[in-house]
């Protein structure tokens, strides 16, 4: 399967400050990446959607000023907590689409913990 | 809009034994994809395998197939010879083709491989 990293792997922060995670497609060209969240024992929840060269989709309730997503090559995704509070402590999961046909499937990173003191 | 219900919570099987998830979807769509996913304690999610609707042929992978009934909108996990890898949260997921299609996943079926 294709090859997704996500950088960095953890991070502890103080409250206030922003954080950028990376999401990177190694072996694949990804016009199309998503941003999830998951909280515990839940499954994941959808952010965004994130596209080469334009503006993120944001899913509803999910503040675009708060959570920045930038898709600035067709191999990188970052998104960005801006002014971090304890409640966005969470493990946050990217996933690059390929859009082959009759192959269209996600493939994700291995996730990001944050957590905000 | 898709809906996907996986009805078990957890699940437990013996090593060397046979398990069968099970996942149920709603949709109007006629062409469409499903997964299983895989999530280890690692949380890494890791594709299991791959169906698509207008194939009837059921997919498989090694250990891993699948019982795919489009008319009951039933997809089911099943997972041979069980290994203690094997031990995660496994996630059913459902996806319409095309560019920037969104996964809708069910809550997940926590599986675990006993000795």
């Known amino acids: 399967g294709a090859v997704v990293s996500q950088h960095p792997s953890w991070v502890i922060c103080k409250s206030g400050t922003s954080v950028k995670i990376e999401c990177r497609s190694l072996d694949f060209q990804a016009t199309t990446m998503f941003w999830y969240r998951q909280f515990p024992k839940q499954s994941l929840m959808l952010m965004a959607t994130?596209?080469?060269?334009?503006?993120?989709?944001?899913e509803q309730g999910v503040e675009k000023d708060k959570f920045l997503i930038n898709h600035a090559s067709l191999t990188l995704s970052t998104l960005t907590v801006t002014s971090a509070h304890p409640e966005d402590s969470s493990f946050y999961i990217c996933?690059?689409?390929?859009?082959?046909?009759?192959?269209?499937?996600?493939?994700f990173g291995p996730g990001t913990r944050l957590l905000v003191l | 809009a898709q809906t996907v219900t996986q009805s078990q919570p957890e699940m437990s099987v013996q090593e060397a034994e046979t398990v069968t998830l099970s996942c149920t979807y709603d949709t109007s769509e006629s062409n469409y994809y499903l997964f299983w996913y895989k999530q280890p304690p690692s949380r890494q999610m890791i594709l299991v395998i791959r169906?698509?609707?207008?194939?009837?042929q059921n997919a498989t992978e090694n250990r891993f197939s699948v019982n795919f009934q489009k008319a009951a909108k039933s997809f089911s996990l099943k997972i041979s010879d069980s290994q203690l890898g094997d031990t995660a949260m496994y996630f059913c997921a459902f996806m319409k083709p095309g560019t920037a299609s969104k996964l809708t996943f069910g809550t997940g079926t926590r599986l675990q491989v006993t000795l």
């Open positions: 169906q698509e609707a207008y194939k009837q």
């Open positions: 994130s596209n080469e060269g334009s503006k993120a989709t944001y």
């Open positions: 996933s690059a689409f390929i859009p082959a046909r009759r192959k269209e499937t996600q493939y």
